[in-house]
């Protein structure tokens, strides 16, 4: 069993940055693919990034690309976001998740992650 938990959300202004962090305990993450949703009020949860377990291969959501980086720091057991350029529309809650079979290669979709955080909330005003 593996818990996970969200850290660094906050409420800042538009074109600030947060970095946000996923702690893991009882569980290695080093062999397991990682990834970041969201859920904004009022809309389903949406996908925004997602890592390999070798943390060589990374993906995006459109709306994101190029203003957010996904990392890891396997020492760390430790995943990161890191948000730049934020906007309005990137108000939601952020969720980090994990799978619970090694070595696959990361989703898109929520429902192949079995581990979910508490979620952090993250507030961009105009």
């Known amino acids: 069993q593996v818990q996970l938990v969200e850290s660094g959300g906050g409420l800042v202004q538009a074109g600030d940055s947060l970095r946000l962090s996923c702690a893991a305990s009882?569980?290695?993450?080093?062999?397991?693919?990682m990834a970041w949703f969201r859920q904004a009020p009022g809309k389903e949860r949406e996908f925004v990034a997602k890592?390999?377990?070798?943390?060589?291969?990374?993906s995006y959501a459109d709306s994101v690309k190029g203003r957010f980086t996904i990392s890891r720091d396997n020492a760390k057991n430790t995943v990161y976001l890191h948000m730049n350029s934020l906007e309005p529309e990137d108000t939601a809650v952020y969720y980090c998740?994990?799978?619970?079979?090694?070595?696959?290669?990361?989703?898109?979709?929520?429902?192949?992650?079995?581990?979910w955080g508490q979620g952090t909330q993250v507030t961009v005003s105009s």
């Open positions: 890592i390999s377990w070798s943390g060589v291969s990374t």
């Open positions: 998740a994990t799978e619970s079979v090694p070595f696959r290669s990361a989703s898109y979709d929520h429902r192949t992650y079995d581990y």
């Open positions: 009882g569980r290695t993450i080093s062999t397991y693919a």
